[in-house]
T-cell receptor, first 109, second 114 residues
Framework: GQNIDQPTEMTATEGAIVQINCTYQTSGFNGLFWYQQHAGEAPTFLSYNVLDGLEEKGRFSSFLSRSKGYSYLLLKELQMKDSASYLCAAMDSNYQLIWGAGTKLIIKP | DAGITQSPRYKITETGRQVTLMCHQTWSHSYMFWYRQDLGHGLRLIYYSAAADITDKGEVPDGYVVSRSKTENFPLTLESATRSQTSVYFC?????????????FGEGSRLTVL
């Protein structure tokens, strides 16, 4: 079956760095997405990886290892506004997105 | 610059009633999607549409009906609501061809079925 695993909740301190991991099992693979979702709001796109390696976008970076079925989202210089859920989603061979349940990130001052 | 809008944002209904959730996008995106989001679950695809008059089932289509007579609208109807359909419903759109990954979501419709 197809499956996405990510931690349910993480806590980090303002100004620090946090890494949110995601492992996936899909029928075929056409990329890995990260979305951010603030409480009560819609998800918004953060990143897309289809090749192995690190993609950097300001304070946020996303890494992919296709051979390991593994990705992580790295958030640097954490700010209080980064408190949100982070959703990992893998695209299968039919271009359908398989979503993880999300990681709730709590930032403490 | 409305983007993608959903209505109603909040709805309370009773078991057995018909409910329609509306979704409208102003970008002329070809792909549109309906997801439901429940605590402890990832987003689950209900139905999607690749273009006007083309719709297809997703992971959890039972109990739902969609139509897409115009590119910009994609209503979702619960023909006879059940308590298990209490959820937050998100409409999304994408302008990609066979790559339909980067989605633009509406603000969500929170539905409670009593």
């Amino acid at each position: 079956g197809q499956n996405i695993d990510q931690p349910t909740e993480m806590t980090a301190t303002e100004g620090a760095i946090v890494q949110i991991n995601c492992t996936y099992q899909t029928s075929g693979f056409n990329g890995l997405f990260w979305y951010q979702q603030h409480a009560g709001e819609a998800p918004t796109f953060l990143s897309y990886n289809v090749l192995d390696g690190l993609e950097e976008k300001g304070r946020f970076s996303s890494f992919l290892s296709r051979s390991k079925g593994y990705s992580y989202l790295l958030l640097k210089e954490l700010q209080m506004k980064d408190s949100a859920s982070y959703l990992c989603a893998a695209m299968d061979s039919n271009y359908q997105l398989i979503w993880g349940a999300g990681t709730k990130l709590i930032i403490k001052p | 610059d409305a983007g993608i809008t959903q209505s109603p944002r909040y709805k309370i209904t009773e078991t057995g009633r018909q409910v329609t959730l509306m979704c409208h996008q102003t970008w002329s995106h070809s792909y549109m999607f309906w997801y439901r989001q429940d605590l402890g679950h990832g987003l689950r695809l209900i139905y999607y549409s690749a273009a006007a008059d083309i719709t297809d089932k997703g992971e959890v289509p039972d109990g739902y009906v969609v139509s897409r007579s115009k590119t910009e609208n994609f209503p979702l109807t619960l023909e006879s609501a059940t308590r298990s359909q209490t959820s937050v419903y998100f409409c999304a759109s994408s302008n990609s061809g066979d790559f339909a990954g980067e989605l633009f979501f509406g603000e969500g419709s929170r539905l409670t079925v009593l």
